[in-house]
């Protein structure tokens, strides 16, 4: 049987969705893919756009072929939603470019943790998600930062490896 991660990335590779954002710079940002996930995680892309109405115009086009309408406009972000090989698809998009949108900050944040943390760094969050937490939530119950965590975690992207490591070691 194969991994949730390997059904995923066959997910994404069968749908065809990140050729059909390439004009938007898509990258995927979700816990699936650091094992960080749970039952009902989701494969969330961030995008960016320089004019909204064209971004919506073509999402809206890609949805459709998806027999999909979810779709959420908002004055600064776009959002769309799909299913695909039992996967909900979470597209989100805004004219911040996509290396400095919280959601693919926080990606590389998670990356280098379970690197630093292992298995059981990753269990330990995957267990707190059980219980109802968010992703980001749970990182800062763990490495006791307080404060808000979606703000919070960004801290972590200026820790050394040498900081981090030492960091997710003392988490019990």
Known sequence: MSSKIDQAEAAVSESGIIGKLSHYSPEIVSTIFVELDTDSSDIDIVCSYQAR????????????????????????????????NGFMFEIFASETPVALQPGYRHYQIMKR?????????????????????KTEP?????????????????DIENWSDEALVSSVSKVK
Do not use: W
Request: proline share 3%.
């Open 53 to 84: 109405d064209v971004f919506v115009n073509d999402l809206d086009s890609i949805l459709e072929g998806f027999g999909s309408d979810t779709l959420k406009v908002s004055d600064d972000r776009v959002v769309g939603v799909f299913h695909f």
């Open 138 to 154: 749970a990182i800062c119950h763990l490495l006791q930062i307080a404060g808000d965590p979606y703000t919070c975690i960004l």
């Open 113 to 133: 943790l379970v690197a630093a943390g292992g298995p059981d760094f990753a269990e330990k969050i995957r267990k707190l998600k059980a219980t109802g937490m």
